[in-house]
């Protein structure tokens, strides 16, 4: 794990609580993001996982410094010349331009925004992980398409009302829309959980998600199934679809029972041969893993996945996570390390209106692939540093940022706010760029886009989108807090900067289901 990252998830609930968080001059460029917002903050309990008081028991280890962010404290660097009592501002260096590479989330899931909701309507609590990047993954935002093969990109700015030299910025990066029937034929394995753990809505989900899936299907579809407890039973191999609904698929389906012990290894294994045997660069290969996330991934299990996953250049087999089960109690460990070796989705299913969001309404955007390893590069002007920032990954060199495939239908969205410490030195022609790298995905072929803007030209009043990407930071932020003290000034501050977020974009953006839900949730747990 890069320093970078390290950085973004300790400084996380630090800038939730309006602490702030410092970093190095070396890391952060000219200015360096001296903050970040990523990931979940600490619980406070000292064991690193973020769940306070989690019902569903604590089951990842801690760092031991006991600030429960789950990373080991680092000696400060001192490189600003002071006398040492901690108390000196960086010196502003307004010489030095800024080069960042972001990435939003290196596999595009979005289990925690599903997770969230469920733990707060069933405990009133916000007793699940808090990913930003996973509810900007989810939540939807309306960016153009592209033309085929192709992405577009927009970048919006908003000054800071009341912050000199602060601004909101926001990019999207879209990719063509394309309709269910003229997606490329598909090779998918499902790798099936059917332990005992699996009995009663978690078997139910697993079967509600695999009916949705059988229904989007079209005639040549390749489809493998294998279940998985203490021994693998290979349900169907290399059977080609007659269209959706398939009479043998939905037969199987139908009969999946929970029972026996767990044995990951053996599942996957089996899952992955299967898979290999149908696989062709003209078809989307997955696979399709469903559990409720308790079996532990080995590193040989891991291993495996990464190396069918394939590297830059070539093709491989991806891997969807599904977890199912009740956002309470669910343990997304095991789709978080899988589908981050697998370069696939991470999703999290509790409800059959969920598996028809994911897997029927969704279904191109969840399983395909339109380009390959998109990389954004931000070039600021010297003096700025990056505040709070929703994606998951940022350096100032490349080689530490994984990039991400982005599907068909769908847009990534990078949103940080940017703040400079020399605000007179900006002027209406003062110059930022954003620039995106990306493979095309049949041919691997690099493409780039830069669009090059002046501050005069790009700043303005907040769109609909950045009012909505406001709200979903403000949101986060106000679960962060809440988790870490439900009762504490912090929270409470937090909670009435989500809900006049909330409020400016369901104004911009009405009948906006996701800013409704967000609404519902915060109403829950100020009740």
């Known amino acids: 794990m890069t320093r970078w990252m390290k950085l973004a998830l300790t400084c996380a609930l630090a800038l939730a609580l309006g602490t702030g968080c410092e970093g190095s001059s070396d890391d952060a460029g000219a200015q360096g993001p001296t903050s970040t917002t990523t990931a979940t903050g600490g619980d406070g309990d000292g064991d690193g996982d973020g769940g306070a008081g989690d019902p569903a028991g604590d089951t990842t280890g801690g760092d031991g410094d006991g600030d429960g962010d789950g990373f080991p404290d680092e000696p400060p660097d001192d490189e600003t010349g002071g006398d040492g009592d901690g108390d000196e501002e960086p010196a502003c260096n307004d010489e030095d331009s800024v080069r960042l590479f972001l990435s939003p989330d290196d596999s595009n899931s979005m289990s925690s925004p599903v997770q969230m909701r469920g733990a707060i309507e069933e405990y009133q609590a916000p007793y699940a992980p808090i990913r930003p990047w996973e509810f900007f993954n989810y939540y939807s935002f309306d960016y153009p398409p592209a033309d085929p093969g192709l992405v577009t990109l927009t970048s919006e700015l908003v000054p800071d009302d009341g912050i000199s030299g602060r601004y909101t910025l926001q990019i999207g990066v ?59 039973r290979v349900i169907l191999a290399n059977h080609e679809v007659s269209g959706p609904n398939d009479a043998e698929l939905v037969e199987a389906i139908a009969d999946i029972r929970a029972g026996g012990g767990t044995d990951l290894n053996a599942g996957l294994v089996k899952g992955y041969e299967l898979a290999n045997n149908s696989f062709s660069t003209s078809r989307t290969n997955r696979v399709l893993l469903i559990s ?111 990039p991400q495939h982005l599907a068909f239908n769908d847009a990534m969205v990078f949103h940080q706010e940017i703040e400079t410490c020399a605000p007179e030195l900006v002027e209406e022609s003062t110059e930022l760029s954003v620039t995106v790298r990306y493979r095309d995905a049949v041919t691997f072929e690099p493409r780039e886009l830069t669009q090059t803007y002046t501050f005069g030209e790009l700043a303005q009043n907040a769109s609909p989108r950045v009012l909505k990407g406001v709200a979903v930071m403000r949101y986060t932020e106000a679960l962060a807090a809440v988790k870490e003290n439900p009762s504490g000034e912090a929270a409470e501050a937090a909670m009435g900067a989500a809900r006049t977020a909330l409020e400016a974009a369901d104004e911009a953006n009405p009948a906006d289901s996701d800013i409704g839900e967000m609404t519902r949730m915060l109403g829950i747990l100020s009740e």
């Open 174 to 232: 879209a990719s063509e829309e394309i309709a269910s029937a003229d997606r490329a034929p598909m090779n998918l394995t499902f790798v099936l959980d059917t332990s005992g753990s699996m009995s009663g809505h978690p078997i139910e989900m697993l079967r509600t998600v695999c009916r949705e899936i059988a229904a989007k299907l079209k005639a040549g579809d390749i489809v493998s199934m294998v279940t998985w407890d203490t021994e693998q």
């Open 292 to 402: 409720d996330g308790g079996a532990n991934a080995g590193i040989t299990d891991v291993e495996l996945i990464a190396q069918n996953a394939g590297g830059r250049g070539e093709d491989g087999i991806y891997m969807v996570g599904v977890g199912v089960g009740t956002g309470g109690s669910y343990n997304d460990d095991l789709m978080d390390s899988v589908t981050d070796a697998g370069k696939g989705a991470s999703v999290f299913i509790d409800s059959a209106s969920e598996a028809r969001r994911m897997f029927f309404q969704n279904f191109v955007n969840t399983m395909s692939i339109a380009v390959r390893d998109v990389q954004v590069q931000l070039d600021l002007p010297a003096g700025f540093e990056l505040v709070t920032f929703s994606g998951e990954e940022v350096s100032t060199d490349p080689t530490e940022i994984e």
